[in-house]
């Protein structure tokens, strides 16, 4: 039931309503923003919630069971409001959002609360940001369990694998730039492949803190799977970790690691099946 003050609820029931969608998104870095979509800054328990030129949310769907209700938010992008650079840095994955029905003409009404979820995919189109709201019900349409498979469901280095990534782990600095994806480090002798399925990530300039996977490795030269939010400047540090493949082959051989190997490399599979079936 919504707990809404009684003069709230008759401004919700006049023939004409003086009513505006808030929401409030609250990062996981602890910054927190405010916007409407009406033409003002309105506060509301002493947030600021900006008038963001372009910042709409569509129509809020809910159902009883677990189906996942549906709630988007979209806007032009804005260095004043939500920046591209910001969500391609990854500060706005899985940030909090509430939302709320205010009227404001009379902010003393107290609000509405609609909605509290997480924001999932967002996807940039043309200047324009489109960011998924998933509900709590959402975590209800995980998949449990596991399966089984040939490859290691373990992440490399966890309390499963149970090896040391120190043996693994090295720094340095760029020296040179190729583009956004290529970044090259002259001082690096591992064989090629050795960071293949691993990790970089920087501990100084303007992407400090922030991590990114490596998709192919030659000696000196890592490719990442995506680009970091900002430009990476000559003579930035990282920290890179070897990856694995997940292959038992890599993990015996490479890590000797056999032992803690989380999968089922002999199981027959369906290949294997379907060929023993025709066969008799």
């Known amino acids: 039931m919504l707990n809404i003050s009684t003069a709230l609820k008759d401004a919700l029931g006049a023939e004409v309503t003086t009513l505006a969608m808030c929401w409030k998104l609250t990062r996981k870095d602890s910054v927190v923003l405010g916007f409407t979509e009406y033409d003002q800054n309105l506060v509301i328990d002493g947030l600021t919630c900006k008038a963001a030129a372009g910042v709409s949310a569509t129509a809020i769907t809910s159902s009883l069971g677990v189906k996942v209700g549906n709630l988007e938010i979209e806007g032009m992008l804005s260095d004043e409001a939500i920046a591209e650079a910001d969500i391609l840095a990854g500060l706005y994955d899985d940030a909090q959002i509430d939302v709320w029905l205010v009227d404001y003409t009379n902010l003393a009404l107290g609000k509405l609360h609609l909605k509290t979820g997480w924001l999932g995919q967002i996807r940039i189109e043309n200047g324009v940001f489109v960011a998924e709201v998933r509900g709590l019900s959402a975590a209800l349409q995980r998949t449990l369990g596991e399966v089984y498979t040939p490859h290691c469901r373990a992440r490399f280095g966890d309390a499963r694998c149970q090896f040391s990534l120190s043996s693994v782990t090295h ?3 760029f020296t040179a730039i190729e583009n956004s994806l290529i970044l090259k480090d002259s001082a690096r002798t591992q064989s090629s492949g050795y960071f293949d399925y691993g990790t970089l990530r920087m501990t100084s300039g303007a ?3 922030q991590l990114r996977e490596i998709s192919a490795y030659e000696v000196g030269k890592f490719t990442l799977r ?3 939010g900002f430009a990476v400047a000559l003579g930035d540090s ?7 493949d997940k292959r038992f082959e890599t993990c015996a051989s490479r890590f000797a690691n056999a032992l803690n190997f989380r999968g089922e490399p002999h199981v027959p599979g369906t290949d294997r099946i ?3 079936a025709s066969t008799r």
């Open 226 to 228: 995506e680009p970091f």
């Open 274 to 276: 379907f060929t023993t």
């Open 171 to 173: 720094s340095g600095t």
């Open 207 to 209: 992407n400090n803190g």
């Open 238 to 244: 990282y920290v890179a970790i070897a990856g694995c």
